[in-house]
């Protein structure tokens, strides 16, 4: 079974920055799309980032577009979350996910086919 735990959150001030990762056990994923999520208090879950199988492509939620990277280490069974440039309103729990569809691209991850989520790690930005 696949388990998926994520660390790296912690309390930063606004413009700095944080390195999520999700370390991925169990079996491999190599082949499953990942994706970051995140929920704010009283707010619906949304997805952040998501990256293919195999690294080519990625997607991002507007609002964090050209301040978060994601990238993942097959090799390692880790998934990574560069956060930079934070502001309060990414305060939020962040959880990371795979995908249930075998070699497929970050589609998978916003269309909500999710098979294994990991228990997440709060971010709180102070401003």
């Given amino acids: 079974q696949v388990q998926l735990v ?13 390195r999520l990762s999700c370390v991925i ?8 799309p990942m994706g970051w999520f995140r929920q704010a208090p009283g ?3 949304e997805i952040v980032a ?3 199988w195999n690294g ?3 997607y991002y939620l507007d609002s964090v577009k050209g301040r978060f990277t994601i990238s993942r280490e097959n090799a ?3 998934v990574y979350l560069q956060m930079s440039s934070l502001k309060s309103e990414d305060t939020a729990v962040y959880y990371c996910a ?8 970050t589609r998978s991850i916003v269309d909500g086919g999710i098979s294994v989520w990991g228990k997440g790690t709060l971010v709180t930005v102070s401003s």
């Fill in 76 to 78: 390692k069974n880790l």
């Fill in 50 to 52: 998501a990256i293919s």
């Fill in 6 to 18: 994520e660390s790296g959150g912690g309390l930063v001030q606004a413009g700095g920055s944080l």
């Fill in 56 to 58: 080519a492509t990625t």
């Fill in 25 to 32: 056990s169990g079996r491999t994923v190599n082949q499953y």
């Fill in 43 to 45: 707010k619906d879950r």
């Fill in 98 to 105: 795979a995908s249930n569809v075998a070699y497929g691209n």
